[in-house]
């Protein structure tokens, strides 16, 4: 990373007097270029954390939140691989059972080598146990959804996640490998086995993301190879999240309340659990399923669906005495392409919900303008223009 034209400023230590900042985005637009970055690892052993950590009391888990679960239905995607019809329509039923009520469900039998998810996770070890000197090479960038956080200091002041992230984007129409030219380019050859790795395992999520395509699409009742044609040149996201433990859990959390923008989560969780969803006005748990992947719908798929299926809001929690890491996989169309539901599914009076717009649009929007919350997605709609009167 070139610092010529950035200075680092890096919090090692609680800091007693922090500046009182508004909750709201840094304008990445004027020429102040410092950068803020919390050192976690330091920071997880104080008794008290910093003010910028400390959330608003309604946004804090309750001691009663953690105690119900959410039935999250489990698809078994087996028969569907198999092309057994009796059991796709089942596991299609189950997905549109999960997705009209809260977007999310757990799929198992999913193809996704065991081992290489596991190589994956520990691959997140070689990443984020690096002193932050190392781990600053990789800096998001304001604007950028790759690159190495601590905390979204980049983008925030206050109400700060308790955790580090690292993300890089994912497409297959490239002339190298992607992923691994991240790594390699980014850390050098000591990363290129990570690298490897990752391209591996953000090659088998895209494979499944499209065959779920498929499985949405029967569940809805509309040409099975729909979503997947559209979806196929995507550009995808993969973020790695780390969760160090919290002497406070009761004034923090791992991330804050929101719905996803992109179109879909495959979501892989530890066994420390974390996951809550939004559902029924009460908090409800999604505890890791060993050899399950964790599947949720995201506002861009809901309007593809034409509000059918939902984006539900969640969050992740934080634990005092164990580490907790999460790898999620954001499938998203590629930016052009103009976001739309199908033909299918507006014949007769149904009503359209969502005008047209397209992946960068929105995610500019989210990048640039607002904090991911329950209401990102309406505020979205409402600046852009008006529902279109017919299909076109």
Known sequence: MDYSSATTTLFSRPVADLQDHHDHEKDHNNNNNN?????????????????????????????????????????????FFKGDEAETRVAAEFVQEACSSHGFFHVINHGV?????????????????????EKLRALTKPGSSSGYSAAHA????????????????????????????????????DFENTGMVYQLYCEAMMKLCLEIMEL???????????????????RSIMRCNYYPPCMQ??????????????????????????????????????????????INIGDTFMALSNGKYKSSLHRAVVNKYKERKSMAFFLCPKEDKVVRPPKELLLGEETRLYPNFTWSELLHF?????????????????????LPTSFD
């Open 113 to 133: 080598d065991p081992h290489l998810i596991e190589l994956a996770q520990q691959h997140m070890d070689s990443f984020f146990k690096l002193p932050v000197s």
């Open 154 to 189: 980049e983008r925030f002041s206050s109400t700060l996640p308790w955790k580090e992230t690292l993300s890089f984007g994912f497409h297959e129409d490239s002339s190298v490998p992607i992923v691994q030219h991240y790594f390699s380019s980014t850390f050098g050859e």
């Open 35 to 79: 950068t803020t970055v919390f050192d976690l690892s330091f920071l997880r052993d104080q008794n008290n954390i910093p003010a910028n950590f400390i959330w608003p009391e309604g946004d804090l888990p309750s001691s009663s939140d953690a105690e119900e679960l959410l039935k999250a239905t489990v698809v078994d995607l087996k028969g």
């Open 249 to 294: 859990p009761n004034l923090a959390l791992g991330t804050g309340a929101h719905c996803d923008p992109t179109s879909l989560t495959i979501l892989h969780q530890d066994q420390v659990a974390g996951l809550q969803v939004f559902h029924n006005n009460k908090w409800l748990s999604v505890p890791p399923l060993k050899a399950a992947l964790v």
């Open 216 to 234: 949405l699409a029967i569940s809805l009742g509309i040409d099975r190879m729909e979503y997947r044609k559209f979806f196929e040149d995507g």
């Open 366 to 386: 989210v990048k640039h303008f607002y904090r991911s919350d329950n209401a990102t997605f309406q505020n979205f709609i409402n600046r852009q223009l008006p």
